[in-house]
C-alpha cells in the first residue's frame, strides 16, 4: 500500500502530549521525512529540546511552521483553536488539509474560521495511541473528500487502528474512546479502595498507558482482582452445592473457631458501596458525555 504522505510536507502545530506521540510515530514509521516536517511549541527551550531529539525543525511561530505545508495537524488545546487559526489563515498553502485533534471542536467551526474552502478532518485518538494500540474515530468537514480521509487514515493507523463514521458520532467517541480508558481506571481505583485490589501500585502503574495497564491487568494472575474474582467463584460454589450463603469456617469463626479453622470474612458493606459508586461514576460521565443516546 502507498503512503500518501511521502514527499508531502507535515507542519505540526502543538507537538505537546498528543501531537508528541503522533509526530514520533510518523517519523519512527517514516511516514514522512525529517526534512518534511515543522512543528510548534509554545516555549523555545521546550522546542529546542524537542527539536534535539527528534532532529526536526521545532519554534514557536505558528504562521511559519504552516508556510508551504501541504499537512497541517493541529493539537493544540481546544480553548486555543480560535487563536491558532486566526494566526495561520493567511499562510495556508491553498489545497492544504487541516487535520484537527482538538477534542469536541466541530469541523464547521474550523471551515469557517479559516474561511474558503480548506478540507477539514476532525480526528479523535486516544492515549494508548502512545504504545500503538491506540484507536481513532476520524470524520470529514464539507470540503473534505475520499483522498483526505485516506490520508489522515495512513496517519493515525501508525498508532493504532482508525473508525471512518459521520461527525455526529464524534462526540460520543470522545466520551468513549478517548476518555473511555479513565472510566476503566475509576473502576480499578475503586475496586482497590474497596479493597478486592490488594496491589494498588500494580494499577497504578498501568495508568499513563491504558493498553499496557490493560495487558499488566489480564496477565498477572497474581493480582488483586484476579484473587478477589477466585474468592468469590468459590463463595459461589460453596452456595450451589451446600444450599447456604456462608462457608462452614465461617460459622466456626463466629463460634470462636478464628482463622485457623478456614475463615473467611463476611460480606463488607463498605467494601460494596465503593465498589458501586465506582460504577455510577462511569454511568454519570457516560450519561453526561451523550454516549447513553448515541
Not at 76 to 90: C, D, F, N, S, Y
Amino acid at each position: 500500500m502507498s503512503n500518501p504522505l511521502s514527499h508531502k510536507r507535515l507542519a505540526v502545530l502543538g507537538a505537546g502530549k498528543m501531537g508528541g506521540i503522533l509526530l514520533r510515530a510518523f517519523l519512527d514509521q517514516k511516514l514522512v521525512s525529517p526534512t518534511h516536517v515543522a512543528a510548534t511549541v509554545r516555549h523555545a527551550e521546550r522546542a529546542e529540546k524537542l527539536g534535539k531529539a527528534l532532529g526536526v525543525r521545532i519554534a514557536t511561530d505558528n504562521r511559519a511552521a504552516v508556510k508551504g505545508a501541504d499537512v497541517v495537524l493541529l493539537a493544540v488545546k481546544p480553548t486555543q483553536v480560535a487563536e491558532v487559526l486566526q494566526e495561520i489563515r493567511g499562510e495556508l498553502k491553498p489545497g492544504a488539509v487541516v487535520v484537527s485533534v482538538a477534542a469536541s471542536v466541530p469541523t464547521k467551526f474550523i471551515e469557517q474560521h479559516l474561511g474558503g474552502d480548506a478540507p477539514v478532518v476532525r480526528a479523535m485518538p486516544n492515549t494508548p495511541c502512545a504504545i500503538g494500540c491506540g484507536m481513532t474515530g476520524i470524520s470529514r468537514g464539507s470540503h473534505a473528500g475520499a483522498m483526505h480521509l485516506e490520508l489522515a487514515r495512513a496517519m493515525f493507523e501508525a498508532v493504532g487502528r482508525v473508525v471512518v463514521l459521520d461527525e455526529k458520532h464524534m462526540d460520543a467517541v470522545t466520551g468513549l474512546s478517548a476518555s473511555g480508558v479513565a472510566f476503566v481506571y475509576i473502576l480499578l481505583e475503586s475496586l482497590a479502595e474497596g479493597g478486592l485490589a490488594s496491589r494498588r501500585g500494580h494499577f497504578a502503574s498501568g495508568a499513563d498507558h491504558a493498553g499496557r495497564g490493560a495487558h499488566r491487568t489480564r496477565d498477572r494472575r497474581s493480582s488483586g482482582v484476579v484473587e478477589g474474582r477466585r474468592n468469590h467463584a468459590g463463595g459461589l460454589h460453596h452456595r450451589r452445592h451446600h444450599g447456604t450463603g456462608r462457608r462452614e469456617g465461617s460459622r466456626d469463626a463466629d463460634q470462636g473457631g478464628g482463622e485457623g479453622h478456614g475463615a473467611r470474612p463476611g460480606i463488607d458493606v463498605r467494601r460494596g458501596v465503593r465498589v458501586c459508586g465506582g460504577w455510577l461514576r462511569i454511568a454519570a460521565c457516560v450519561r453526561m458525555c451523550g454516549l447513553s443516546n448515541a
